[in-house]
């Protein structure tokens, strides 16, 4: 059923691009202007208007003058309450979006930052099937999930903004499609073998005397000679000795692009960003050699994060 | 055994529909039992009441759906409850309990939003239809109350709705009710009215109250016990004295022995009267559902679309369905018909055979006595009232089949009624015409209003008697007895049955309230077709027509659209009023030919107008360093320096320099 409705659709758009009233990409912030909004009786809309007929007439008939009243009454309400739906969106603010992390696979967050100057309630939002409903006061932030495929740049699809608000008599809608993508990271691969690196030990230590030394300290009885610091010793009148913070429990990792041989690209995307989600898991130090970026040898989130970002925007 | 509890609970709860909005669709359907109350059974109401308290109670304590197992049983009972107690269930009656009914039995179902929307708008329509049986100030306000808690139920199906009191609840649908009045009162007048009714409107209330076109015992004691008002009459210059108001409605000629009733005599334009003293009036008469239209004392002419009998009863050429208002002239110093033919004279003096001998002796002894002096005897009749140890009350004796005999020797006690049936019998056995009339005697003079407020308790009935050359004479025999009760009015004068609720100042609260009924009835409810139609006499349109009112209907619409238009485009003035004032002056500036420019700071721009515009050097550099301050100094710029900038910019004129 909804197959068939939504090739209509696309068929429309195609064709009908202004009785389909959907917005060409557009750039943030994107603000609700009033020739955008559209307004139309729900089906309980519809079905009220016919019962206020059926009033009316019948107040009429009856030349029941305080039945008129009461339906002119109701029919008034009915008529505000669309321009209440009308005023919810009319001027609303995207101001901007913000998305989050994910694979690919995973729902990626991505949060809308709604503005108004004054309390729009019940605003619902349509986007990739989920609708969401908040009221905005100021800035608020509504945050959704989108469902992700694979790596790379997701553009953010083509939502809805609409109310029924105040009744559910009329309902007020508005199309936007900003300009705005966000990043999925590759998906790594379920398993497969660690990472087999005969890492020498003498660039360890070169890579290790690179490093910023966290102090210096009296020498002790134990301590290798190729610590201490000569220079720093001269100065005083006892050895010093470099001090690492944390002296290293695990082997850092290089991930080269170059010894994944044999397996094609995709694959090797994955398997880096299984070997990148257990290497931060594991808390190492791990550098990432790709053939269009090399990113130097460091840990942490940061690192992670750009590592992930390189892969996913491998060509 | 069936588990009554697994009856109810045969889904699991998934509540679609919060006990907010349950809870406010209750309070709706109450509504609506409350405001039908009046006209359904109270069997049916409390079982109603019953059903809506027990439902709530279920999904309070037990939530989930109902059971078809339940529901459908309860329908057939429902059904068969209004043939029983109706014997159908068409009409306005049956159909309004069964509509009241359905929708209790809705709520059973009311479990989705759909369910409740559906529901809220019977009730609305339910609300409407309680108005079909009267259309009073009050029952109108507590319909339009009830509306309440029906757009509030609706508003709560929203999404992101925050619990709150029940106030808090209702005061958006207050606001939204208030808001919508204007527009509403603009349809009110102007939606055309139809003539004639499109499909019959028969079949409304039968014999409610009021006066009936004849008089038999058990009649008036209900209409002398009935505090609604009648009618309203408003006088050109002051109002007659009260021993002078009396309405006339019906006149009654025949006399069966028990009942009196009227004579259909020929139509005529106007009486045989000869006058001296006339009185202009209006009166705005509440639905009788009759014909006859009551008239102060004796009327010159009939009003509009009604004619007028030879004994001066006056007949609408339509049922009184809905508040009616006509204008008159009667007389009050009055001869009228100062001969009258042999058949009128007949008729007036007609009697049953064979009832109340001892009454046809009475006034053969008066005859005797006093010979050719009618006045005499009519004078003899009234002492006997008045001295003959009679007494006024509302609830006298049963009387037997000689009802006058009755009253006259055993008795003694009635109103105006058995007062007016029994004189009449005896001037007539006395060979004097006479013939009863009924009406209203009396009324409240309404002082803040200006007008008289008669009552349906002030319902009267008396005589008339033809004297040789003077004409019809009223003789009221009930004042021979109780000369309060034409100077009071009827409930002070029946002093035993003076209630707690009937004293002074209730009273007047009463008669106070009356005004605001009677501008109701005469404003709202009387607005008809004909009162449309001189809508627009003011300016200047004789006969505003159907075409001309939904022209201006239209006209109306589309006002009130463009301000609800303006209202949703309104935009609050966004941003830093320190910012916005800047831009004030940047246009101010501009005029005079110093266009800031994009990446312009605000010091530089205003010291490059200082150079342009040197003669305004101090005010320039004044508004600079206010401007300055305001937005760099402080986090939040004070309101006051604020309120100075803005007001230093609205001064600022810039000379331009040539």
Avoid at chain 1, 141 to 163: N, Y
Avoid at chain 2, 605 to 613: H, K, V
Wanted: proline share 6%; hydrophobic share 45%.
């Amino acid at each position: 059923m909804r197959a068939p409705f939504q090739r209509l659709q696309r068929w429309a758009e195609r064709r009908l691009p202004s009785l389909t009233r959907h917005r060409k990409q557009e750039q943030l912030p994107v603000i609700l202007h009033r020739r955008r909004i559209y307004i139309v009786p729900t089906g309980f809309g519809v079905a009220f208007t016919a019962l206020l007929m059926v009033m009316l007439t019948g107040s009429l008939n009856y030349a029941n003058n305080a039945a008129l009243l009461l339906t002119c009454v109701l029919g008034a309400a009915t008529s505000i309450s669309m321009l209440i739906a009308f005023r919810t969106l009319n001027g609303l603010r995207i101001h901007g979006l913000r998305a989050g992390y994910a694979t690919a696979g995973n729902p990626i967050d991505v949060t809308f930052d709604f503005q108004a100057t004054r309390l729009r309630q019940a605003v619902r939002l349509d986007i990739a099937d989920s609708m969401h409903a908040f009221d905005v006061t100021g800035r608020t932030d509504v945050t959704v999930s989108l469902p992700t495929e694979q790596r790379g740049w997701l553009a953010i699809p083509r939502f809805r903004i609409w109310t029924t608000w105040p009744m559910g008599l009329f309902r007020a809608w508005s199309w936007s499609n900003p300009e705005y993508a966000v990043l999925v990271w590759p998906r790594p691969e379920f398993s497969g073998p660690a990472p087999a690196q005969p890492v020498e030990d003498n660039r360890r230590q070169r890579l290790h005397r690179g490093e910023d030394l966290a102090a210096l300290r009296d020498y002790r009885s134990g301590d290798s000679m190729r610590h201490v610091a000569w220079k720093a010793s001269a100065r005083h009148d006892m050895l010093l000795v470099k001090d690492y913070e944390q002296p290293e429990a695990r082997q850092e990792w290089r991930l080269d692009w170059r010894d994944l041989r044999g397996l094609d690209d995709e694959s090797r995307i994955s398997r880096l960003a299984r070997w990148l989600g257990e290497a931060q898991a594991q808390g190492r130090q791990y550098s990432l050699w790709l053939p269009t970026e090399v990113i130097t040898i460091s840990s942490g989130s940061a690192h992670y994060a750009r590592c992930m970002t390189a892969l996913a925007l491998m060509p | 055994m069936i588990n009554l509890a697994q009856l109810f609970h045969r889904t699991p709860l998934q509540p679609n529909v919060s006990e907010r909005t349950f809870n406010l669709m209750c309070l709706t359907t109450a509504f609506v039992l409350a405001v039908h109350a009046p006209h359904v059974p109270w069997s049916l109401t409390i079982a109603f009441a019953l059903g809506l308290a027990l439902r709530w109670w279920q999904r309070k304590h037990r939530p989930g759906k109902v059971s078809g197992w339940i529901k459908v049983p309860m329908l057939l009972i429902l059904v068969a409850a209004v043939i029983a107690q109706y014997g159908n269930v068409f009409g306005r009656e049956p159909g309004s309990a069964l509509a009241a009914g359905l929708l209790v039995l809705k709520l059973t179902e009311s479990e989705s939003s759909r369910d409740v929307r559906v529901g809220a708008a019977f009730a609305c329509f339910l609300l409407m239809a309680a108005l079909l049986f009267g259309q009073s100030l009050v029952a109108t306000v507590v319909v339009g109350l009830g509306l309440l808690p029906a757009l509030s139920t609706w508003r709560s199906l929203e999404p992101t709705q925050i619990t709150s009191t029940l106030p808090r609840q209702l005061l958006p649908a207050v606001v939204l009710l208030a808001v919508s009045l204007p527009l509403a009162a603009t349809a009110f007048l102007l939606v055309p009215r139809l003539s004639s009714p499109l499909w019959g409107t028969s079949g409304q209330q039968a014999a409610r109250s009021g006066l009936s076109d004849e008089m038999s015992p058990s009649d008036f004691t209900q209409i002398l016990s009935d505090d609604s008002p009648a009618m309203r009459v408003t006088f050109d210059g002051a109002p007659p004295p009260n021993h002078l108001r009396y309405f006339r409605a019906f006149v009654l000629w025949n006399y069966d022995g028990e009942n009196w009733t009227r004579a259909d005599r020929p139509e005529v334009a106007s009486l045989p009267i000869e006058t001296t003293g006339a009185v202009n009036y209006r009166i705005n008469l509440e639905p009788t559902h009759q014909r006859v239209l009551p008239t102060l004392d004796v009327p010159m002419q009939a009003p509009a679309q009604s004619h007028m009998r030879s004994d001066g009863e006056v007949f609408a050429e339509k049922p009184v369905d809905d508040v009616m208002d006509y204008g008159l002239r009667s007389a009050v110093n009055y001869r009228l018909e100062g001969n009258i033919d042999a058949d009128v004279r007949t008729m007036a003096l007609q009697l049953p055979s064979g009832f109340d001998p001892r009454s046809h002796q009475l006034a053969a002894e008066l005859r005797k006595r006093y010979g050719n002096n009618d006045v005499a005897i009519i004078n003899a009749v009234l002492s006997l009232f008045h001295n003959g140890g009679f007494r006024y009350t509302l609830g006298p004796a049963p009387l037997g089949r000689n009802a006058i005999d009755d009253f006259l020797f055993n008795t003694h006690e009635g109103f105006c009624e058995h007062y007016a049936s029994s004189f009449t019998v005896l001037m007539r056995a006395a060979g004097i015409p006479a013939r009863v009339v009924t009406g209203y005697q009396g009324g409240y003079w309404n002082a803040m209003g200006a007008y008289l407020l008669v009552r349906n308790s002030d319902a009267h009935a008396w005589s008339e008697v033809w004297l040789p050359g003077r004409g019809w004479i009223r003789v009221d025999p009930t004042a021979a007895v109780q000369p309060q009760r034409i100077n009071l009015g009827a409930q002070d004068a029946g002093g035993d049955q003076l209630a707690w609720y009937r004293s002074e100042w209730v009273e007047s609260i009463r008669n106070h309230w009356d005004i605001v009924n009677r501008w109701w009835d005469k404003g709202v409810i009387g607005f008809d077709a004909m009162r449309q139609r001189g809508l627009l006499t003011p300016f200047g349109i004789r006969d505003a027509d159907t075409g001309i009112l939904e022209r201006l209907l239209g006209v109306g619409i589309a006002f009130f659209g463009a301000v609800g238009l303006l209202w949703a485009l309104w935009r609050r003035p966004e941003g830093d009023p320190a910012l916005a004032a800047m831009r004030a002056l940047e246009r101010k500036l501009a005029r005079a030919g110093v266009i800031r420019g994009r990446s312009e700071g605000p010091r530089n721009y205003l010291r490059r107008a200082i150079r342009s515009l040197p003669g305004q050097r101090t005010e320039l550099d004044h508004l600079m360093r206010c401007y300055i301050e305001l937005r760099y100094a402080t986090v939040e710029p004070h309101p006051e320096s604020l309120r100075a900038f803005r007001q230093a910019v609205r001064n600022f004129q810039p000379h331009r320099v040539v």
